[in-house]
């Protein structure tokens, strides 16, 4: 066992011999993960401001049922239980929450910042036994593989939007929440189709990938994307986060959309 897995399992919460700022990374990840649940969990119970001419903000996309145009089957259905609030956005937000939820760099950077397991590599955390995630609740992560799936079908549509946002009431245009969408599903897709359950899927069950030429392509294309995941999982979550207060602040006029074309 080497010098610094003797501090990692013996020393009190916090003790460690390294002397650069490892705080710092689970300090930021805590920030940015807690202000993006509490201004995403705000946004998606608002049920208003969700739209904006062609533009539909993506924490609401696919509108199942709502009140806007973009409603794919209608206003609220009649079956929706009265004493429960409704939004468009709780029908389809927990498939992209989840997904984020149960990734494989969020696991390893929240089971730091959230509850300090271990803060970092090689410092000392506040317990004495591992239980990892072969046991209730954490083996639930495994579920990952699926909303990847789930995810796949969101992202569909969310290139659809994109593609709408170009569609004015006049013709084909380009205003600034046009970029906006169209920035947005390109991070997404970047996150996506790097995820380390989708690479396995398209090259990872191979024992010989070199076998399947078409595959190995993919596969080394998926494995390009994902060397930057957590960069890919960064990005795409501010900018989600940046699309739903674009449209937003269009929709309450605070903001206005500007037409480049
Ligand atoms: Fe991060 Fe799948 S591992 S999205």
Redesign the pocket.
Known sequence: MSAPDVVWKNGRFGQTSRRDTWWLSPTLVFLGFSAFIIYSTWAAFQNQYYTFGPYISPFYSPELFGSSSHALFGPKPHWYPGFLPFSPAFLILWIPGL?RVT????RGAYYKSFWADPPACTVGEPRKIYLGERSFPLIMQNF?RYF?RLSYIVWFFLVYDSIKSFIFPDGFGIGVGSLVLTINVILLGG??FG???FRHLIGGVFDRISEHPVRHKLYDCVSCLNRG?KNW?WASLFWVGFADIYVRLCAMGIWHDWRIL
């Open positions: 997904f990734c494989y760099y969020y990952h990847l996150y996506v995820c380390h359950a995941h999982a």
